[in-house]
C-alpha cells in the first residue's frame, strides 16, 4: 500500500512564494511519473502540473505556467512543487498522485493566498 503524505502548505500574501513536499512511502515502484492537483472550495479538483520520466517532460496548467515548478529529490521518494507569484486564485488544498490518479488520496496541504 502506497500513502502520499503532502506538506509544506500555509498562509501568504499575494506574490508570495511556498515550496510543497510529496513524501510517498509503502510499495510506490517509482515517482517517475508524479503531479500535483488543487482544489478550491466549491471546486472540481484540477491538475496543477505533470512530471514524466524523472522530470524530463513537465506539463502546467495555464493558470500557473511560468510561476510553477514540479520536480523530484533523486535520492528520495519526494516530488516538490515550488510555488512562486502566488495569488488569491492559487487557494486551495494541494495533493499529489499519478496522472491519471492511481494512488489512495492524501490529506493535502492547504494553501491561502491573502492580505
Known amino acids: 500500500q502506497v500513502q502520499l503524505v503532502e506538506s509544506g502548505g500555509g498562509l501568504v500574501q499575494p506574490g508570495g512564494s511556498l515550496r510543497l513536499s510529496c513524501a510517498a512511502s509503502?510499495?510506490?515502484?517509482?515517482?517517475?511519473?508524479m503531479a500535483w492537483y488543487r482544489q478550491a472550495p466549491g471546486k472540481q479538483r484540477e491538475l496543477v502540473a505533470e512530471?514524466?520520466?524523472?522530470?524530463?517532460?513537465?506539463t502546467y496548467a495555464d493558470s500557473v505556467k511560468g510561476r510553477f515548478t514540479i520536480s523530484r529529490d533523486h535520492a528520495k521518494t519526494t516530488v516538490y512543487l515550488e510555488m512562486n507569484s502566488l495569488k488569491p486564485d492559487d487557494t486551495a488544498v494541494y495533493y499529489c498522485?499519478?496522472?491519471?490518479?492511481?494512488?489512495?488520496w492524501g490529506q493535502g496541504t492547504q494553501v491561502t493566498v491573502s492580505s
Open positions: 498522485n499519478t496522472h491519471p490518479p492511481y494512488y489512495t
Open positions: 509503502g510499495n510506490i515502484v517509482s515517482i517517475n511519473n
Open positions: 512530471m514524466r520520466n524523472g522530470g524530463d517532460t513537465t
